[in-house]
């Protein structure tokens, strides 16, 4: 069973750095979600792929977040001149096209910014 | 805009010991609400879907039940394992932003041997 796997686990960088954030989802599942969570509160939605299409943004993703998914398959959540408040478990989620309402998350990628 | 609110923040209950969450909403055309579990450190895991008032879904030693303002997720005779942070989200009919998840705080469970 390959569920949603997302890369790295765990990321340490400095502040003013650039990072990239990869998800893989489940193979036959055409919408893809980021979200990000902070200690003690629960998933903030970013924004949401339809196969290749970005459908939503959030207002929280700043003009520093990108995120693509080229071919329609995994994604990528790319955050330039990071900052301090950039630290965060960053979370994708995948849906079926029969069952979108169920979004299926992967284990995230601990964002720690120094 | 979709509001969600989980009480209590945390619980600790014997083994044994059953009880109830609440996870109250206030969404402008209720398409899902949704229950998932999280353990430290890993992402959220898919429990339940409730689509309209009155609907009930169990699993195991968890039920969930939806009316037109509430959500409760009992627990019944709880286990240490089932030990985590519960969380309530709801999504909306309302076009494209209809899909996004927009989750409570959770609910931290204890539950001591």
């Known amino acids: 069973d390959t569920g949603v796997s997302q890369d790295p686990r765990h990321k340490i960088t400095k502040r003013g750095q650039n990072v990239t954030f990869r998800c893989d989802p489940i193979s036959e599942h055409n919408r893809l979600y980021w979200y990000r969570q902070t200690l003690g509160q629960g998933p903030e939605f970013l924004t949401y792929f339809q196969n290749e299409a970005q459908l939503e943004k959030s207002r929280l993703l700043s003009d520093r977040f990108s995120a693509e998914r080229p071919k329609g398959s995994f994604s990528t959540l790319e955050i330039q001149r990071t900052e301090q408040g950039d630290s965060a478990m960053y979370l994708c989620a995948s849906s079926s096209p029969d069952r979108d309402n169920e979004q299926f998350f992967g284990p995230g990628t601990r964002l720690t910014v120094l | 805009e979709d509001q969600v609110t989980q009480s209590p923040e945390a619980l600790r209950l014997q083994e044994g010991e059953s009880s109830s969450l609440n996870c109250s909403y206030t969404v402008s055309g209720l398409r899902g609400l949704f229950w998932y579990r999280q353990d430290p450190g890993k992402g959220p895991e898919f429990l339940f879907t409730?689509?309209?008032a009155g609907e009930e879904k169990e699993k195991e030693r968890l039920k969930a039940t939806l009316t037109k303002k509430e959500s409760f997720l009992h627990i019944t005779a709880p286990k240490p394992e089932d030990s985590a942070t519960y969380l309530c989200a709801v999504t909306h009919h309302r076009g494209a932003s209809g899909s996004r998840l927009t989750f409570g705080e959770g609910t931290q469970l204890t539950v001591n041997p």
């Open positions: 409730l689509y309209s």
